[in-house]
Structure formats: structure tokens, C-alpha cells
């Protein structure tokens, strides 16, 4: 039984990422702003009112993990907003540069010694932070916030290597979830089931690379 860590637990992607692992027989801690009734239906642990967007909150996340391994951390919280060539807000993509790019960092630095050798981060990013990918403009935030992330990744990827910590970059595919209106092409079933495929085949010698949750490895 490993134990899991999700953050943005309580509904869409993350929700269905902790029905699965804990139907596997993980633990599973479910980190979120707000619990909701299904989360605390799955999740052996929710830990309630932390937005990992500020520094205090994270560090009390780090606090009410003292003392527990930490085999997978999931860093799925996440903000998509819209701005458009013109008029373009720009408290809005530091808003989701706050929330996609610096949190699962600011996280996955909180909670590093709580992740022994064998040990994996998963960041759920987006084909949209790619920039050979991008071939529709737009989005400037969320691309810009998502493309940090990626980076961030990469180097977490090449610092921890030599500690035995696997991390991994995942694009979930175009999900039915609220944040995008319940309009994607695969339900957040489908998407977990994905994830979870790539984060069981990730391993030191695969680290530091972009996955569609489909199996297709994706373009910087």
C-alpha cells in the first residue's frame, strides 16, 4: 500500500485519481480548499482549507504530513482562464501563474522530505503549455502558467534523480469536467485511468518527460 497525496481533490480529475487509487488499496490524502461529500466518501485522509497558492497554507500542509512517507504526489490543482489578444488582463495570468505554476512547486518543495527513494511526483500540466504544440494562439495565461510548469518539472526532474525520485509531466486530454463546461471528449474516468497508467510506467530512466494521458509522448 503506497500513500498518495492530491491536490485539487475534491472534484473532476483529482476526485476520480483518488476513487482509483484508493480502490487499489492506497491511502490516499486529499488536499483541497473545500472537501465535497464524495471525497470524504474515498479519501483516508482530507486535509480541508488549503490553497496552495499561499506559502502558509503549504506550509501547514507540510506540517499536518510530519512524520508520513509520501510515495506519489499529485499536483493537480489547477485555474484556466481566458484572456484575448487586446485586452488582456494581466492580473489574471499572474493569478494562474500563482496557482498552475508556483504551487506545485512551492508544494512539491514542502513536501520533498516526506518523499523517500522510489518515490514519484506527478504534475498534471497541459498540452496547452507546449509551445511547439501551439497552433491556435490564445489562452495566454494558462499556456504561459502551464509552459512554467513544464519547465519547473524538468529541473525538479534533473535535481531529484539522484535521490530516486521519478518526476513526470501529464497532460489528462480534453476531460468533461467544470472547468471547461462538462464540453471534453473523455469523461474524468477515462482520464484518471490514463494518468495512472503513465505515473505506474514512470521510472528513473523516464523522468523528466511530457505524457498524454493516451500514452503519446508529447512535444515541449
Excluded at 488582456?88 to 512551492?106: C, K, T
Aim: hydrophobic share 45%.
Amino acid at each position: 500500500m503506497q500513500h498518495v497525496v492530491i491536490t485539487g481533490a475534491n472534484r473532476g480529475i483529482g476526485l476520480e485519481l483518488a476513487r482509483l487509487f484508493a480502490a487499489r488499496g492506497d491511502r490516499v490524502t486529499g488536499v483541497c480548499r473545500s472537501s465535497s461529500a464524495e471525497l470524504d466518501q474515498v479519501a483516508s485522509t482530507v486535509l480541508a482549507g488549503v490553497d496552495v497558492a499561499i506559502e502558509a497554507d503549504v506550509a501547514r500542509l507540510a506540517e499536518s504530513l510530519a512524520g508520513q512517507e509520501i510515495h506519489l504526489l499529485i499536483n493537480n490543482a489547477g485555474l484556466l482562464q481566458d484572456e484575448k489578444l487586446g485586452s488582456i488582463d494581466f492580473d489574471s495570468i499572474r493569478v494562474q501563474m500563482e496557482v498552475n505554476a508556483y504551487a506545485p512547486l512551492r508544494v512539491a518543495q514542502a513536501l520533498l522530505g516526506h518523499i523517500p527513494a522510489g518515490g514519484k511526483i506527478a504534475n498534471i500540466t497541459s498540452r496547452m503549455g507546449s509551445i511547439a504544440d501551439n497552433d491556435s494562439g490564445g489562452r495566454y495565461g494558462y499556456r504561459a502558467s502551464k509552459a512554467a510548469l513544464n519547465a519547473f518539472g524538468k529541473s525538479l526532474a534533473m535535481d531529484l534523480k539522484p535521490r530516486g525520485i521519478a518526476v513526470v509531466q501529464l497532460h489528462p486530454g480534453y476531460v468533461q469536467t467544470r472547468m471547461v463546461g462538462f464540453g471534453g471528449h473523455i469523461t474524468p474516468q477515462e482520464s484518471a485511468s490514463g494518468l495512472a497508467a503513465r505515473i505506474d510506467s514512470l521510472t528513473l530512466e523516464t523522468t523528466g518527460t511530457f505524457w498524454h494521458s493516451n500514452g503519446d509522448e508529447l512535444p515541449w
